[in-house]
């Protein structure tokens, strides 16, 4: 097996275990005083499709054939875990203070590193492979 499948493996169970996290880890179910979801809902919310389009993603780096669609679709992986880190933050969308999100987000952030640090890993490897400096 090559580095590029394993790599496209490591892809895919990283997206779909930060796919399923919150259902593992949940979020809190609180409201603001004025009834509505608290930010960690939305940020989860928001999680979620990015994390769907993460595993869409990854799974298709295994039916993808030119080096073309490999680099823009690891690429693309790269920045969706990129995206999974920012989501959380307070200038971004934004979690509560203190509740079962913060251990929520830490694994989400761990998550979207590995997941970062994989796209890019599979976008040089492309890269090197379609140069000819790898065989």
């Not at 989860?44 to 030119?66: G, H, K, N, P």
């Not at 992986?77 to 307070?90: A, K, N, R, S, T």
């Amino acid at each position: 097996m090559n580095y590029y499948k394993i790599l496209s493996w490591v892809a895919l169970i990283i997206s779909i275990t930060l796919l399923i996290l919150p259902r593992i880890i949940p979020i809190c179910n609180g409201h603001t005083g004025s009834g509505a979801p608290m930010l960690c809902h939305y940020a989860y919310q928001a999680e979620f499709i990015i994390t769907l389009l993460a595993v869409i993603l990854s799974a298709s780096l295994f039916v993808l054939r030119t080096a073309e669609a490999r680099l823009l679709a690891s690429f693309v992986v790269f920045l969706l875990g990129i995206i999974v880190i920012i989501v959380p933050q307070p200038w971004a969308i934004g979690i509560c203070e203190n509740g079962a999100c913060l251990k929520t987000t830490f694994f989400e952030t761990i998550g979207g590193s590995i997941l970062a640090i994989t796209g890019l890993l599979i976008a040089l490897l492309t890269h090197k492979t379609q140069s000819g400096e790898v065989t």
